[in-house]
């Protein structure tokens, strides 16, 4: 069964960092893309990142480029997000998604940026 | 950036009737492969979004035959041939073909 489990959400400072996880498993992971998506409170998805199954290629929505960056590690089987100089609109739920276009999601880590 | 709208927002239904979602593109949703990447997600209240339908399409494994989808070029529809309680939720389309790749709006579903 193909399971993605985040981690690494919680409350950070506007301008802080906080570098989310997702551990893969059911599948192999270096045979996929892998993607990040999230949801604001109350709102609708964004597509944020997602990286090639080697990690050779990466695209970013332009409100996170320069800010966000999307890695993985494949003997690892995870995928990473470390996400700097936060603002308070990127709280919200993130997801990882396998593939490019999303074809099974984890349950999301909730990012909250506050002071 | 494509934008993808969805109509309607909200639409409440009864048990055992049909549904239709519409979602457009701003552009054509061809890619220069020809397939045409546009997916539908379902997201139950409190959970996380689940694909059901992918390239216009094809049903992902494990979703209802009553779900069904169609459209080509900037139009498309999702449609439920008999709505069933747990079909409630958030139904998103999702364009794939144009980086960044762009949601709906997300149209409503809930019982009358």
């Known amino acids: 069964e193909v399971q993605l489990v985040e981690s690494g959400g919680g409350l950070v400072q506007p301008g802080g960092s906080l570098r989310l996880s997702c551990a893969a498993s059911g599948f192999t992971f270096s045979y996929h893309w892998m993607s990040w998506v999230r949801q604001a409170p109350g709102k609708g998805l964004e597509y944020v990142a997602n990286?090639?199954?080697?990690?050779?290629?990466?695209y970013y929505v332009d409100s996170v480029k320069g800010r966000f960056t999307i890695s993985r590690d494949n003997a690892k089987n995870s995928l990473y997000l470390q996400m700097n100089s936060l603002r308070a609109e990127d709280t919200a739920v993130y997801y990882c998604?396998?593939?490019?276009?999303?074809?099974?999601w984890g349950q999301g880590t909730l990012v909250t940026v506050s002071s | 950036d494509v934008v993808m709208t969805q109509s309607p927002l909200s639409l409440p239904v009864t048990l055992g009737q049909p549904a239709s979602i519409s979602c457009r593109s701003s552009?054509?949703?061809?890619?220069?492969?020809?397939?045409?990447?546009l997916s539908w997600f379902q997201q139950r209240p409190g959970q996380s979004p689940r694909r059901l339908i992918y390239?216009?399409?094809d049903r992902d494994s494990g979703v209802p035959d009553r779900f069904s989808g169609s459209g080509s070029g900037t139009d498309f529809t999702l449609k439920l041939s008999r709505v069933e309680a747990e079909d409630v939720g958030i139904y998103y389309c999702m364009q794939g073909t144009h980086w960044p790749f762009t949601f709906g709006p997300g149209t409503k579903v809930d019982i009358k």
């Open positions: 990286i090639k199954h080697d990690g050779s290629e990466k």
């Open positions: 552009q054509s949703l061809v890619h220069s492969d020809g397939n045409i990447y």
């Open positions: 390239k216009v399409s």
């Open positions: 998604a396998r593939d490019g276009r999303l074809t099974t």
